[in-house]
């Protein structure tokens, strides 16, 4: 079964730091793959995604992900964190073109220390 | 562009009351929403898929008789949740696309209290 497993439940860093969050997945064939942003009591901002093609895909806000087919990623990275990028940052993959239904990691809670 | 808006925001009812969420599409047209419900501090987990004209599909273990979803437009779809009880308390949201399955556009949520 397709599952996607994001091992950083909470991440602190000091602002202006650098930023990795983790996000492996399970998936058979070429995965569709997701990095949604969502703040408090908010829906979700669509930060990237990946179908295909270069394996290095840039988003808003300064984000950047890679997927990595053999290691079964797609890190979401930031080179400078600021403070408004505190939120709960969840990755996703589609378990299905068809359905379009997507798979949840469990997310992770990013803090920005000042 | 692809905005979606959900309605209300926030509601609180009485146990044993039936409450009704709106997800429109504001600027495109949605043949298919889904609707999403998530825990406090937990993730999204996918109730069912509505389509436009039809019946929704709902995932194993939602209770269909209780989450009652209506797609009468390109624009707009509701759940009802009927006969609300505190545990249905939860913060709900649903999302659309303009076109493939995949690209989905969140609402801002609704954050159900049952009292």
């Known amino acids: 079964a397709q599952s996607v497993t994001q091992p950083d439940i909470h991440i602190t860093v000091s602002e202006g730091a650098s930023l990795e969050l983790r996000c492996n997945y399970s998936?058979?064939?070429?995965?569709?793959l997701f990095w949604y942003v969502q703040s408090p009591g908010q829906g979700l901002q669509l930060l990237l995604k990946?179908?295909?093609?270069?394996?290095l895909v840039q988003g808003i806000k300064g984000f950047e992900a890679e997927f990595k087919r053999s290691q079964s990623s797609f890190n979401l990275r930031k080179p400078s964190v600021h403070w408004s990028d505190a939120a709960e940052y969840f990755c996703?993959?589609?378990?299905?073109?068809?359905?379009?239904?997507?798979?949840f990691g469990q997310g992770t809670t990013l803090q920005v220390k000042p | 562009g692809a905005v979606v808006s959900q309605h209300p925001s926030r509601v609180i009812c009485k146990s044993g009351t039936s409450v009704k969420i709106e997800c429109r599409s504001l600027?495109?047209?949605?043949?298919?929403m889904f609707w999403y419900r998530q825990f406090p501090k937990q993730s999204l987990m996918l109730m069912a898929t509505?389509?436009?004209?039809?019946?929704?599909?709902?995932e194993q273990g939602v209770e269909k008789d209780k989450f009652l979803i209506n797609h009468a437009s390109l624009t707009l779809s509701t759940l009802t949740v009927t006969s609300a009880h505190p545990e249905d308390s939860s913060f709900y949201i649903c999302?659309?696309?303009?076109?493939?399955?995949?690209?989905?556009?969140f609402g801002p949520g609704t954050r159900l209290t049952v009292t």
């Open positions: 999302s659309a696309t303009p076109g493939a399955l995949y690209e989905q556009y």
């Open positions: 998936y058979g064939a070429t995965p569709y």
């Open positions: 990946y179908f295909s093609g270069d394996t």
């Open positions: 996703a993959v589609v378990s299905s073109s068809n359905t379009g239904k997507l798979i």
């Open positions: 600027d495109f047209q949605a043949t298919t």
């Open positions: 509505s389509n436009e004209g039809s019946k929704a599909t709902y």
